[in-house]
């Protein structure tokens, strides 16, 4: 199973980012999959989850702000990120989690910088 990060790179702030993820392995039906996020000097933290019935969960630093939604067809995450500010710049990481199997998967993340 491997999960594929796409769509980081430098933003000014205000401006906006779409990242995508994409999970590849037969035997992967995550039921949870989101998004975490490292700032330089920090530990990582979540950003946001949605289960496989579409219930989604934020942080409160990115609530209406960031909207994440998945296919589960596609085997595939995003994450909309608007309102891109300073504090948001981090590597972000996909992220999925199995219930039956007991396993969480990492992706190997994408930087998104925003500039002021």
């Known amino acids: 199973v491997q999960l594929q990060a796409y769509g980081g790179g430098t933003v000014q702030t205000g401006g906006s980012l779409r990242l995508s993820c994409v999970a590849s392995?037969?035997?992967?039906?995550?039921?949870?999959m989101g998004w975490y996020r490292q700032a330089p000097g920090k530990q990582r933290e979540l950003v946001a989850t949605?289960?496989?019935?579409?219930?989604?969960n934020y942080s409160d630093s990115v609530k209406g702000r960031f909207t994440i939604s998945r296919d589960n067809a596609k085997k595939t995450v995003d994450l909309q990120m608007n309102v891109l500010g300073p504090a948001d710049t981090a590597v972000y990481y996909c992220?999925?989690?199995?219930?039956?199997?007991?396993?969480?998967?990492w992706g190997k993340g994408t930087l998104v910088t925003v500039s002021s």
């Open positions: 392995g037969n035997n992967f039906s995550p039921d949870v």
């Open positions: 992220w999925g989690y199995s219930v039956s199997k007991t396993m969480q998967y």
């Open positions: 949605i289960h496989a019935g579409d219930v989604t």
